[in-house]
C-alpha cells in the first residue's frame, strides 16, 4: 500500500454472498446499492464480515470471512436479472482463514459495547481504525501483504 492516507471498512454480508464476490473479485454491499461504494477509494483496506451463513435466514456465524484491498474505486453497475442491477467495486482478495468474532473482541476498539457488540454491525458498513483492521486481518493469517 501506498503513503497516502487510507480508510478502512468492514461490510456485512452473507458467507454465502460473500464467496460469489471472493469468486468474482468484487465486493456488494447493502442489496447492491451505490452508496456504501462511494465512501471507498484505491487502496482502502476492506473486510468482510459474515454474521450468517446464507441471507437471510442461515445459521449463525458470526465470522469475519474475507480480507482485501480496493483496486481502483471505480463504482460500476451489472445485470444479475432485468430486476437486479448491482453496483459493486473491484477488490484483491488476499488468502486467509475465517475468523470467529468474539475471540478479539476484547482488542477490538470499534467496538465499544463488548456485551452489546452486534450493534456496531447493524447498518451493513463501518469504517474502523487501522489498528483493528490488521488486528483482524492477522488473526485470519494474512501477513507480508498489509
Known amino acids: 500500500m501506498t503513503t497516502e492516507k487510507h480508510n478502512y471498512w468492514i461490510g456485512v454480508v452473507s458467507k454465502s454472498h460473500v464467496e460469489i464476490g471472493l469468486k468474482g473479485g468484487f465486493i456488494q454491499l447493502n442489496h447492491g446499492k451505490k452508496e456504501p461504494l462511494q465512501r471507498m477509494r484505491n487502496g482502502d483496506g476492506f473486510i468482510f464480515y459474515s454474521p450468517r451463513t446464507e441471507y437471510p435466514e442461515g445459521q449463525i456465524l458470526q465470522h469475519f470471512t474475507a480480507v482485501g484491498i480496493v483496486k481502483s474505486g471505480e463504482i ?41 457488540w452486534g ?10 481504525p487501522k489498528n483493528d483492521f490488521i488486528t483482524i486481518a492477522r488473526a485470519m493469517g494474512v501477513k507480508d501483504e498489509l
Do not use: W
Open 76 to 116: 460500476y453497475q451489472v445485470e444479475v436479472d432485468p430486476d437486479f442491477k448491482p453496483y459493486r467495486l473491484d477488490v484483491t482478495f488476499f488468502k486467509c482463514n475465517e475468523m470467529a468474532i468474539k475471540p478479539l473482541l476484547p482488542s477490538l476498539s470499534f467496538i465499544k459495547d463488548k456485551t452489546r
Open 119 to 128: 450493534a456496531a454491525f447493524r447498518f451493513g458498513q463501518l469504517k474502523i
